[in-house]
């Protein structure tokens, strides 16, 4: 990009049902993709759009924040009522803001946080958001589990063995909770980064353990010594990319909120 380009601070909601992830690819629809096109449409060739990360194939986003960079002396909020008009139905651009030339999406990110939905019962309406588990599920159980994987570890286990050799397995994962409802089942985890399908992986291997297939001490196996838990991938339509965080206060605020609740899913 030339110097009279400008940055935009973009915060995206989107339903991933239709889409390969965030990352564009040639021969899939994805979001990036979409968004590319959009503004393409709307400011010429010279446009660029970035992402607080990739996530994987049908997975939402609550608020994803990317950034996009283009000639233009469009104020924010007209650029995201003209992207808006550009985007299809399933993405939509929430926030637009002016940022820094040096603000980066992703290289500027220090954590990010991902929900996951459990439905406890069948589900007609709403099913195609959830997981449906229909087994009792231990949530203190689950809870302990979750604990043993708060902290810096190798992470190795929960993704696939290609991705760790292009990458480091080593992940700080902030706060691993659960929140439970007579009709839901709440995961929302929080780490420096994620590596591919970790966050699926999991919630797989949380729920194996609160059916009792898995003990806790396996779980604290998991991370001292690499295993193959591909059989424990949990669906990607449960999973939402909730926020993405730039500030080590805004950071510490959210961590020590109780916040994890029902209404956060409209």
């Known amino acids: 990009m030339n110097d009279h380009a400008k940055r935009f601070k973009l915060i995206l909601e989107f339903d991933g049902s239709r889409y390969s992830g965030w990352q ?54 007209e650029i995201r009522r003209k992207l808006n008009e550009l985007l299809p139905g399933d993405i939509v651009i929430l926030e637009c803001k002016r940022a820094g030339p040096r603000f980066h999406a992703r290289h500027n990110c220090i954590a990010r946080s991902y929900c996951y939905r459990i439905a406890r019962h069948k589900m007609a309406l709403g099913r195609d958001y959830v997981w449906q588990v229909l087994e009792p599920l231990d949530e203190n159980r689950m809870q302990e589990a979750a604990s043993v994987l708060v902290g810096q570890h190798d992470f190795t286990s929960f993704t696939d063995r290609q991705v760790v050799k292009k990458k480091s397995p080593l992940v700080m994962v902030h706060s691993c909770q659960i929140a439970a409802t007579e009709d839901l089942i709440l995961f929302r985890i929080v780490g420096s980064h994620f590596l591919w399908k970790m966050v699926r992986r999991i919630v797989g291997v949380l729920v194996a353990v609160g059916k009792g297939e898995l003990a806790v001490a396996e779980v604290q196996h998991f991370l001292q010594e690499p295993v193959i838990l591909k059989q424990y991938t949990a669906p990607a339509q449960g999973l939402f990319f909730e926020q993405a965080f730039y500030d080590q206060e805004e950071l510490d605020t959210f961590l020590v909120a109780d916040n994890l609740q029902p209404g956060l899913f409209r």
């Open 24 to 77: 564009k690819q040639d021969d899939a629809k994805t979001i990036q993709g979409s968004l590319l096109k959009a503004a393409t449409d709307l400011f010429g060739a010279q446009v660029d759009v970035q992402g607080s990360g990739r996530t994987d194939a049908g997975v939402h986003a609550l608020h994803f924040t990317a950034h996009l960079e283009a000639q233009t002396d469009l104020p924010p909020q």
